[in-house]
C-alpha cells in the first residue's frame, strides 16, 4: 500500500514534469513564455488524495466537472477556493451550492446561467470571474454558446450582469480535425479583445483555457493559456 502509494506520487509528479516541458517546448515554437500557460489538474473520478499529489507537483489550478463530486472532496483538498474552478456543465439550481467552493466559473453556456450567477452574487454581495464557454464545432451533444451567439451574449451579460467579470474563453473542441477548430477558438478570443463590450470591464480579457490530454501543446501552439488536463497527470479514468 506504501510502496504503491509512492510510486503513484512519482508517476503523478512524472507527468507534471513532461507536461511542463512539452507547454514550453511548444509556447518556444510559437514564440511565446511557458510561463504564460497555466496547468490545471481535472479532477473527476480521481480521489482528493491524489489530487493533493498534484497540486505538491505544482498543478496551478484543479477542474472540478461535477457540483456534487466537487461538494464532497473540496474540503480534503490542500488548497483554497481559488485555485479550483468549475468546468463542467452547471444547472442552476446547483449554483448555491458550488459558488463558495470555486475562484471562477469556466463553464457559463447560456446568458440564462449568467442571469442567475448574477443573481446569486448579488445576494452575496461579491463578483465572480467566468468564462464564456464556445461550442466551436456545434456539436449537438456539447453545451457552450454557438459561433454566432457569442458576442450578443457577451453584450447582453456585461450590461445586465454588472459582478461577473468576463475572464476569457473555454472551448471543448470536436476531435481530430489538426488543429483546425483550435485556430478558430483563438481567432474568436482575439477578436473579443479586439472589440469588447461597452460596458466591459476593460483589460478583463487574458484567459483562453483550451487543450486537454490529446491536444494541450497543439492548444499552446494556438495561444492557449491555460490548459487543462486529466488523464495526462492521473492516467485513465476508472
Ligand atoms: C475531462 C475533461 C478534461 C480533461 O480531459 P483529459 O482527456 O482527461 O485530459 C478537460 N476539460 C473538461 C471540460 C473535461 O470534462
Known amino acids: 500500500m506504501t510502496e504503491s502509494w509512492y510510486s503513484d506520487e512519482r508517476t503523478i509528479a512524472e507527468n507534471i514534469r513532461e507536461l511542463r516541458e512539452r507547454i514550453a517546448a511548444a509556447a518556444a515554437e510559437s514564440g511565446r513564455d511557458a510561463g504564460e500557460v497555466r496547468l490545471m489538474a481535472v479532477t473527476k473520478t480521481v480521489p482528493a488524495g491524489r489530487v493533493n499529489l498534484a497540486l505538491r507537483a505544482g498543478a496551478d489550478l484543479l477542474g472540478e466537472n461535477r457540483v456534487q463530486e466537487c461538494c464532497e472532496k473540496y474540503q480534503n483538498y490542500a488548497c483554497n477556493a481559488n485555485v479550483i474552478h468549475f468546468i463542467g456543465h452547471l444547472q442552476t439550481n446547483k449554483i448555491r451550492d458550488i459558488i463558495d467552493k470555486v475562484g471562477m466559473i469556466e463553464s457559463v453556456d447560456s446568458v440564462h446561467l449568467a442571469a442567475a450567477l448574477q443573481k446569486e452574487c448579488e445576494k452575496r454581495r461579491e463578483r465572480l470571474d467566468i468564462l464564456l464557454q464556445v461550442n466551436i464545432g ?42 483546425f477548430w483550435l485556430r478558430k477558438t483563438q481567432e474568436l478570443y482575439l477578436k473579443m479583445k479586439e472589440t469588447a463590450p461597452k460596458s466591459a470591464e476593460p483589460g478583463a480579457l487574458d484567459t483562453l483555457s483550451m487543450g486537454m490530454s490529446g491536444d494541450y501543446e497543439a492548444a499552446v501552439r494556438c495561444g492557449s493559456t491555460q490548459v487543462r488536463i486529466g488523464r495526462g497527470i492521473f492516467g485513465e479514468r476508472r
Not at 151 to 158: C, D, G, L, S, V
Request: hydrophobic share 40%.
Open 138 to 179: 456545434a456539436e449537438e451533444t456539447k453545451s457552450g454558446l454557438l459561433p454566432e451567439e457569442l458576442f450578443p451574449a457577451w453584450e447582453q451579460i456585461a450590461a445586465e450582469c454588472p459582478l461577473l467579470r468576463v475572464r476569457g474563453l473555454m472551448t471543448i473542441p470536436p476531435r481530430a480535425e489538426g488543429d
